[in-house]
C-alpha cells in the first residue's frame, strides 16, 4: 500500500512536470515562430506583406496623424524626453520563457571538442585574443560592420522620411541624415586607414602576409603531391549537377577536399555535366584536376562522390588540419574563404585557350588596375536573393576611389545578365567609366541559352575578370560571387577586405557554418534579438536559413540571425561583432 502510494505520488509529479515543460514548449514555440516570422524566417508566408503601397501610406499618414506633437505632450516624469537617444533607459529583460529554457540548454551541448578559435577566457570568465593579429582583424571587422550599420539604416530612415505628410519637415530631416551620414563614412575611413597605418608600423601586416603565403605553399604543394597519387591511390568524382555553374563547381570542390582528407588523388569526370559535351570539354577551359600526364585511371569504382549537398553528407567539409587551423584563424580574416579558396584555385586553373581569351578581353575592354567590379545579377536571381539597386553596388564602388584619394578614372567592371544595368549605371554615375563583357550579359540574359559553350566561354571570362579587380561588390548568397571570391583568395594572401557582400557573409551552400563564441554580453533593444551571455554559443538556425535570410534583408547590417546551441527554440538576431568565429579541426596534419 505505501509503495502503491508513493508511486501514484511520484506519477502525478511526473505526468506535472510534463504537462509544465510542454505548457512552457508551446508557449516559447508562439514566441520564436512570431519572431522568426517578424525576421523572414518562419515556415508560413515568411512575413509577406500583401497590402497596396496606397493603403500602407494611408495607415502611415492615419499613424502620424494620431501621435501629433500637440496633441500628445511629452511625459514629464522623463528627463529625456519621447527617445532615449543616450541610451539611458533599461533594456527590457530576458523574457520568463527564454530564461526557463535556457536553464535547460547543457553546457556539454554548446560547443564540440573539435571547435578551435582565435581566444580563451581566462579563469575569471573574461575573454582575452591569443594573439595580437586576430584582436587587429576584429577591430577592422567591428569597424567595417559598424558602417555597415549605420550606412544601412540611414537608407532605412531615409526611406522612412520620405513618406512623412509635410515637405518641409521632410526636407529639413533628409539634408540632416544626408550630413550625418556623410560625416560616418569619413570617420569610418580614417578608423580604417589608421589600422593599416597601426598593422603596418607595428610589422604585425607584414608577419601576417609572410606566414599565410608560407601556408599557400605549403597547401599547394599538398594538392599537387595527392593528385599525382597513382591510380590504387585514386577515387572518382562524377559531375552531373544540373544547376547553375557555381553548383556543379562547388561539387568539385567538395570531391577534392574529401580526397584530400582521405589522403587520396582525385580523378574529375565531368563528361556528362550539361555546359559541356564531346565537342567542348573540361580541358577546353580547365587544366585537369588531376596530373593526366602521370596516368590514366580506368574503371575505377564508384565513391559516391559527390553525392547529395546536405549538412549531413558535406559536414566534414569544415575540417581542417591541425596545423592549418591555428595559423589561419591567428593571421587570416575568413578562414574557410581562404581554404576553399586554396582548392577553388587548383580546380579552375585556366586552359591556354582560356588564358589566350582572357588576355585578349583585358586588352579589348581597357581592363586594367585599379578597378572595382560589380556582379548584378536580375533573372533567375530575383527568385533566389531581394533585389538589389545599382546605386547599392556604387556605394561602394563610389567608396573605394574615395579611399584612394587620387584624382585617377574611376573604371568599374560590369558582369551582369541584364544588358540595361549598364545603362543605368552609365546614365546615373556619368563620373565613372563602366566597361562590361556585353555580349556575355546578352547570353546570360537569355536563361535558355546559358547551357551552350559561347555563354559558358563568357561566364568564365567574366568570373576571372572579377576575381582580378581591387575591389568586388556584389552579393554571397550567389554562388557565383562566391566563386570569385574563392578565387580571389587563391590570388592574393588575404581577399577578406577587397569583397563587399550588400547580403550575408561567405559561406558554403546548404552546410552550416560552424557555431560562434559569444565573447560579449547582449542584451537586445528589439524583440527579435537573441540575449547572449559571454561563453555562448551560437549556431545557424539551419543548413538552409543563410540562403533564406538573404531573401528577406534589405542591406547587410552587421546582424546575422542565429540559435543557442543545444536549443531548438532560442532563436533570433545577433550582431557579429559580439561573436568570434570558430574552426572544426579534424586531427590530421598537412604533411601525411
Known amino acids: 500500500m505505501v509503495v502503491a502510494k508513493y508511486r501514484r505520488k511520484f506519477n502525478l509529479q511526473k505526468i506535472a512536470y510534463v504537462v509544465i515543460i510542454a505548457f512552457l514548449s508551446i508557449l516559447y514555440w508562439v514566441y520564436t515562430k512570431h519572431t522568426l516570422d517578424s525576421l523572414g524566417i518562419g515556415g508560413s508566408d515568411g512575413g509577406r506583406d500583401d497590402r497596396s503601397e496606397s493603403q500602407l501610406d494611408q495607415e502611415f499618414d492615419q499613424y502620424v496623424a494620431s501621435r501629433d506633437i500637440e496633441t500628445s505632450p511629452m511625459p514629464t516624469e522623463s528627463p529625456i524626453g519621447r527617445l532615449d537617444i543616450y541610451g539611458f533607459g533599461k533594456r527590457p529583460p530576458k523574457p520568463p520563457v527564454w530564461k526557463t529554457l535556457e536553464t535547460m540548454v547543457k553546457p556539454a551541448e554548446a560547443f564540440e571538442d573539435s571547435l578551435m578559435s582565435s581566444g580563451y577566457f581566462e579563469p575569471s570568465g573574461r575573454f582575452q585574443f591569443a594573439n595580437l593579429e586576430p584582436l587587429a582583424n576584429h577591430i577592422d571587422q567591428t569597424i567595417k560592420d559598424h558602417q555597415r550599420f549605420l550606412s544601412s539604416n540611414f537608407v532605412r530612415l531615409g526611406n522612412l522620411v520620405k513618406r512623412f505628410p509635410e515637405i518641409r519637415e521632410r526636407q529639413l530631416i533628409e539634408k ?55 591510380c590504387s591511390r585514386a577515387i572518382k568524382c562524377e559531375l552531373t549537377n544540373k544547376d547553375g555553374f557555381a553548383a556543379g563547381v562547388h561539387d568539385v570542390l567538395w570531391c577534392v577536399i574529401r580526397a584530400f582528407q582521405a589522403d587520396k588523388r582525385l580523378v ?15 580541358s577546353d577551359v580547365f587544366r585537369d584536376v588531376d596530373d593526366a600526364a602521370n596516368s590514366t585511371c580506368h574503371n575505377l569504382p564508384s565513391s559516391g562522390l559527390p553525392g547529395p549537398n546536405e ?80 546605386e547599392d553596388y556604387m556605394e561602394h564602388a563610389e567608396e573605394f576611389y574615395a579611399e584612394l584619394g587620387a584624382d585617377i578614372p574611376k573604371r568599374v567592371f ?28 546578352e547570353l546570360a540574359n537569355d536563361v535558355d541559352k546559358r547551357d551552350s559553350a559561347e555563354s559558358f566561354q563568357g561566364l568564365i571570362l567574366d568570373l576571372f575578370l572579377l576575381s582580378q579587380t581591387d575591389k568586388l561588390v556584389c552579393t554571397l548568397s550567389s554562388g557565383v560571387c562566391r566563386v570569385v571570391y574563392e578565387l580571389m583568395q587563391a590570388r592574393r594572401t588575404d581577399a577578406s577586405d577587397h569583397v563587399v557582400s550588400l547580403d550575408v557573409p561567405y559561406f558554403y551552400a546548404y552546410v552550416a557554418d560552424p557555431p560562434r563564441k559569444t565573447i560579449y554580453k547582449h542584451q537586445p533593444v528589439e524583440r527579435k534579438g537573441m540575449n547572449l551571455n559571454v561563453g555562448n554559443c551560437v549556431a545557424k538556425i539551419s543548413s538552409q536559413s543563410v540562403v533564406e535570410e538573404s531573401k528577406k534583408i534589405d542591406r547587410y547590417d552587421g546582424f546575422s540571425l542565429g540559435i543557442l546551441c543545444g536549443s531548438s527554440l ?8 559580439k561573436t568570434l568565429p570558430t574552426v572544426r579541426v579534424n586531427g590530421t596534419r598537412l604533411s601525411i
Open 311 to 390: 549538412d549531413g553528407v558535406r559536414k566534414s567539409i569544415h575540417s581542417l588540419p591541425a596545423d592549418i587551423a591555428e595559423p589561419l584563424l591567428r593571421h587570416h580574416q575568413d578562414p574557410y574563404a581562404w581554404w576553399f579558396g586554396q582548392f577553388m584555385g587548383h580546380i579552375m586553373r585556366p586552359s591556354e585557350l582560356t588564358e589566350e581569351l582572357l588576355k585578349q578581353a583585358k586588352q579589348s575592354l581597357g581592363f586594367k588596375s585599379p578597378i572595382v567590379g560589380l556582379h548584378i545579377r536580375r533573372t533567375d536571381k530575383l527568385f533566389e536573393a531581394a533585389y538589389r539597386e545599382v
Open 268 to 282: 574529375l569526370n565531368a563528361s556528362s555535366w550539361h555546359y559541356l559535351n564531346d565537342n567542348f570539354t573540361w
Open 176 to 230: 540632416k541624415l544626408v550630413l550625418v551620414s556623410s560625416y560616418s563614412r569619413e570617420f569610418s575611413r580614417i578608423l580604417r586607414k589608421e589600422m593599416k597605418d597601426f598593422l603596418y608600423r607595428t610589422n604585425l601586416a607584414q608577419k601576417s602576409r609572410a606566414a599565410i603565403y608560407k601556408l599557400k605553399l605549403r597547401v599547394q604543394e599538398a594538392i599537387e603531391r595527392r593528385q599525382k597519387y597513382p
Open 414 to 441: 560590369v558582369a551582369t545578365d541584364e544588358p540595361r544595368v549598364l545603362d543605368e549605371l552609365r546614365e546615373n554615375f556619368p563620373e565613372f567609366v563602366f566597361i562590361s563583357n556585353t555580349k556575355s550579359a
Open 570 to 577: 532560442l532563436a533570433g538576431s545577433y550582431p557579429a561583432f
